[in-house]
Nanobody
Framework: QVHLVESGGGLVQAGGSLRLSCAAS????????MGWYRQAPGKERELVATITSSVTGSETQSYADSVKGRFTISRDNAKTTVDLQMNTLKPEDTATYYC??????????WGQGTQVIVSS
């Protein structure tokens, strides 16, 4: 079992920045992919950014078009923490942000979510 704890959400004015962090813990835990998704009221959950390891050890980052150039995802060497630096925030970034972990055993875990509100 993997337990995810998210932090860093809050209220910010448009143009401001926030940094989200997700810490994963659990026995025999090895993450293949870690990422952030978001869900705005009345909308479906969507991918924001992910970072994925290959079997060779290389890593690939993916971003939603709407956040490219503004958000940056990063992961620690132990692959147990993933951060999302969000700059130049817009009101349309307002949502609940969820951390997601995919293990090498292809089990998916979700965090409880952290709310981000961007005021105009």
């Amino acid at each position: 079992q993997v337990h995810l704890v998210e932090s860093g959400g809050g209220l910010v004015q448009a143009g401001g920045s926030l940094r989200l962090s997700c810490a994963a813990s659990g026995s025999s835990f090895r993450s293949r992919s870690m990422g952030w998704y978001r869900q705005a009221p009345g909308k479906e959950r969507e991918l924001v950014a992910t970072i994925t390891s290959s079997v060779t050890g290389s890593e690939t980052q993916s971003y939603a078009d709407s956040v490219k150039g503004r958000f940056t995802i990063s992961r620690d060497n132990a692959k147990t923490t993933v951060d999302l630096q969000m700059n130049t925030l817009k009101p349309e970034d307002t949502a609940t942000y969820y951390c997601k972990v995919l293990t090498w055993g292809f089990t998916t875990y979700w965090g409880q979510g952290t709310q981000v509100i961007v005021s105009s």
